[in-house]
């Protein structure tokens, strides 16, 4: 049996099919279904979304079995362990795989990933409305990730993918009811907390920083936000850095050592080391891959 492993977006897939974009992956099982992360034991720090169109699939997930069926969801949320399936010979799958910086703007992402109900229930079967909208929707994605993509499209596509996300929750009752969604204290700090991250992540690395704003203490913010989604403010904070630099070296002509001043890192190796640690790769093999 494989060993469970933590994977990336570039390992969920394989070298043989090419990133067309940043933190958004899509197959089905015609094209790539040998490298898919059905073939792995693994934790992936991203949500998953996969459609079935016709056939079944047996997944295990968190060491639970699920069975998927055609016009069924499966929703994997970010850290669940997926051990190897079986399924049948007509299965027909779409499978949206979301990388935490793609999806980490969602607002109801936190609210997914503690439902009970969610939790309980990862496999569903919308009613005929809902089906129909996660069909149209998945549909226009495809069709527009698969066209050369500009900064505006990459957005646009973005949005719909959280539309995606948002009509498959109308399927979870304690989470399409209205009073479920209404902001409680905890949901407001963690709110406030991702607007100030946006607003500031990309130069603050400091906890206390966050934490001030928030009139909470380091290790009170640092358990909430864990509790809450699942990853540290650490975690989220770094992550906000790298997406600043992969944006600076995806579309500027910036050199390693202007990128680190504007995400003032004390110097470019300090800069490099970092972004290595996240990326597993140096900036500028980043930039040239």
């Not at 992360?37 to 079935?52: D, M, V």
């Not at 009509?167 to 902001?183: F, G, H, I, P, R």
């Not at 050199?255 to 290595?276: G, M, N, P, V």
Request: net charge neutral.
């Amino acid at each position: 049996m494989n060993l469970l492993k933590v994977i990336d977006l570039n390992e969920m897939y394989g070298i043989d099919y090419p990133i067309s974009m940043d933190g958004l992956f899509i197959f089905d099982h015609d094209k790539q279904w040998n490298n898919s992360f059905f073939k792995l034991n693994y934790q992936f720090r991203g949500l998953i979304l996969l459609l079935c169109k016709q056939g079944t699939l047996t997944i295990k997930v968190n060491n639970i079995s699920h069975r998927v069926a055609k016009g069924e969801v499966l929703t994997i949320l970010p850290e669940m362990t997926v051990s190897p399936v079986k399924w049948s010979e007509d299965l027909d799958v779409v499978v949206f795989v979301m990388a935490y910086d793609f999806i980490e703007k969602y607002s109801i992402l936190p609210e997914l990933s503690s439902n009970k109900e969610v939790l309980n229930q990862l496999a569903i079967s919308p009613n005929q409305q809902d089906s129909s909208m996660i069909e149209e929707l998945s549909l226009l994605i495809c069709k527009y990730y698969a066209i050369p993509k500009s900064l505006m499209l990459e957005q646009m596509i973005q949005y719909l993918a959280f539309s995606l996300v948002t009509a498959v929750v109308k399927s979870y009752v304690s989470l399409s009811e209205k009073q479920n969604l209404q902001k409680n204290r905890v949901n407001e700090i963690t709110d406030h907390f991702f607007e100030l991250l946006n607003e500031h992540g990309a130069v603050q690395r400091n906890v206390a920083f966050y934490a001030d704003h928030l009139h909470l203490t380091p290790q009170h913010l640092s358990t909430l936000i864990k509790k809450r989604t699942g990853k540290s403010v650490k975690s989220w904070i770094g992550y906000e850095v790298i997406n600043k630099a992969k944006a600076y070296l995806n579309t500027t002509s910036l050199s390693i050592k202007q990128i680190s001043d504007k995400l003032e890192f004390a110097d470019a190796s300090l800069f490099c080391r970092y972004f290595k640690r996240y990326i597993g790769m140096t900036p500028n093999e980043y930039k040239n891959q």
